[in-house]
């Protein structure tokens, strides 16, 4: 049915384009980003995920605050095609058929990479087994246990159904995070064990060669941990049994990262800082790094590509070109940031109602409202931000969505909303609904700065900031994640000097420490950056300039996927 595919790549989410909603944030996109690349280079791969009926979720915020959160309305027809190919799984004893829909994401050179989106919402599925690809993180444990078995037991089963076997060249299965880890299952049970499943003291287990895995979560909370219980019941008691026989299945339960782990022969965290976390997480385990990046053609605004254009030939086909934006003229990337800027304008107007200035400094500040990431740190001190905004005015834009089930999330919107009050005549703050991929891009090329301020070391990467180097905005960033290799202060943005550190210090500790952290974040604005650019624009270009120069060139997911390939498969 396919040509050639010797990497399968599987992901909980995988994102596309904005009116696809099947991801939530940075791991959709990331795979997106980095399915795309692998079409741009030529690399003969496979994509596999959910479909989600109802994707993630439809954001709205009230007057106070509050996130509201609805389905999704969206017809896979006009995006996907529907493949006759059907697969059963066994979840609780029974048997759940697994249809699918097809993607043709097509690279610059016009290769294709298929993407497959599996479906349960099918006529010989009845009640809760029907729902499985409704919601993308959904549900309590069983049903995401139940969903991550139509993944990764589901997609190994589907990839053979339309012919992407190890008879026809299939070699590889990345799982990209543990969603997928039961991949590793489907895999034991074709390779060794038939019909049956075996737990023989002969069983050879070895998938190393087979399989590669990537942890984006740098914190033991976010891996995926299932009752041993749950897993007995929803799983089966054979696998279960052959999970607790071969030590995978622990006391805890199931741990999805461990699974992945037990069975990948390339382990790989998403930056150099992560990769060091992961092995204090998992020690005796081998973790390298692979820096994450971001697909340069998808998040370019259409200023910059034109000045890319002009002065950069085939910086498409080769992001390293991107290295000699160095010598782009900076009243021609001046020019260019202004129209970018002036299309966020345009969207916050549509979107909000409210009216931005195209001549006030404007920070971006737009990601999952997670409490670790403090979207409100910017007002910790009212009058310190006042008082700088008279000197040199400031206008902030914030996005992004909580997880329904995160009161903390939906807790730092609130903030961020009464905050917008109480800054009303002071400073300008607004808040856009449904942060997603359009609006990121359009965020990420028209604000003037890129905030981040997370408590170390608990971002993995974050790659919106590379998104917003890569059309020549620089970071404002703690010391964490890619900004750990990419920050060279005040040459490519500046670091907010942090000693909190969310691994190890209590909650008192990190209270004392965060208003610290946000006198740093004043100084910096007040007496580093916003001079410079009220008063030296021109300086301040040339970090813009450098941003693109020395960051964007390297934090993409071309070089990333070249890396991936040389390493892992």
Not at 359 to 367: C, D, K, L, P, Q
Not at 489 to 502: A, H, K, L, M, N
Request: with cysteine; aromatic share 10%.
């Amino acid at each position: 049915m396919l040509d050639y595919i010797a990497n399968a790549y599987f992901s909980m989410e995988i994102a596309l384009q904005s009116n696809i909603p099947t991801y939530s944030g940075g791991l959709g996109v990331l795979a997106g980003d980095t399915l795309k690349s692998m079409a741009d280079q030529e690399i003969p791969t496979i994509g596999v995920s959910l479909i989600y009926h109802k994707g993630y979720f439809k954001q709205t915020i009230d007057s106070t605050g509050k996130q509201k959160e609805a389905p999704v309305k969206w017809d896979p027809k006009k995006f996907f095609t529907q493949i006759p190919n059907k697969v059963t799984v066994t979840i609780e004893g029974v048997e759940v058929t697994v249809g699918a829909w097809m993607y043709l994401l097509q690279g610059v050179t016009g290769h294709v990479v298929p993407v497959v989106f599996l479906d349960t919402n099918l006529p010989e599925n009845k009640g809760f087994y029907k729902t499985l690809t409704d919601s993308l993180y959904g549900g309590d444990s069983r049903y995401r246990l139940a969903q991550e078995i139509v993944l990764g037991i589901g997609g190994v089963k589907m990839l053979e159904s339309i012919g992407c076997t190890k008879a026809t060249g299939l070699s590889t299965y990345h799982m990209n995070e543990g969603h997928a880890a039961l991949l590793t299952l489907a895999l034991l049970q074709r390779a060794h064990w038939g019909s049956s499943i075996s737990i023989s003291e002969d069983d050879h287990i070895d998938l190393e060669d087979a399989c590669v895995f990537t942890t984006h979560t740098p914190v033991p909370a976010g891996h995926d941990v299932f009752p041993k219980a749950l897993v007995t019941k929803v799983l089966g008691k054979e696998f279960s049994s052959f999970l607790e026989k071969h030590g995978i299945m622990e006391k805890s339960g199931l741990n999805m990262t461990k699974l992945a782990i037990h069975f990948s022969g390339f382990i790989n965290g998403v930056a150099k800082r992560h990769a060091e976390v992961s092995r204090k997480m998992f020690p005796n385990v081998d973790i390298c790094a692979i820096t994450n990046g971001v697909h340069v053609p998808t998040w370019t605004c259409p200023s910059i590509a034109k000045l890319f254009d002009k002065y950069i030939p085939d910086w498409k086909l080769d992001n390293n070109y991107l290295r000699y934006a160095c010598e782009l003229p900076l009243k021609e990337l001046k020019k260019a940031h202004e129209a970018a800027k002036a299309e966020l304008i345009k969207v916050v107007k549509a979107k909000t109602g409210k009216v931005l200035s195209p001549n006030v400094f404007t920070i971006g500040f737009a990601r999952r409202a997670a409490t670790y990431k403090r979207a409100d740190l910017l007002f910790e001190d009212y009058s310190k931000l006042i008082k700088t905004a008279a000197t040199f005015p400031i206008q902030i834009v914030y996005a992004g969505k909580a997880h329904p089930a995160d009161e903390g999330g939906k807790a730092l919107i609130k903030n961020v909303i009464g905050a917008s009050k109480k800054l009303a005549n002071k400073v300008k703050v607004v808040y856009i609904e449904n942060y997603d991929m359009d609006l990121g891009r359009i965020l990420t090329s028209g604000v003037d700065i890129w905030l981040n301020n997370p408590i170390k070391p608990l971002e993995a990467s974050g790659t919106s900031g590379m998104k917003a180097a890569l059309n020549g905005v620089p970071n404002l960033s703690t010391l964490d994640g890619w900004w750990v290799e990419g920050c060279v202060e005040g040459v490519t943005g500046w670091e907010i000097e942090d000693r909190e550190d969310g691994m190890s210090s209590t909650k008192q500790d990190l209270k004392k420490e965060r208003s610290k952290t946000a006198e740093v974040l004043y100084s910096k604005l007040e007496n580093t950056i916003l001079p410079l650019y009220y008063k030296q624009n021109d300086s301040y270009c040339k970090i813009m300039r450098n941003s693109i120069s020395l960051n964007a060139s390297y934090f993409n997911t071309q070089r990333m996927v070249g890396q991936y390939s040389y390493l892992a498969y």
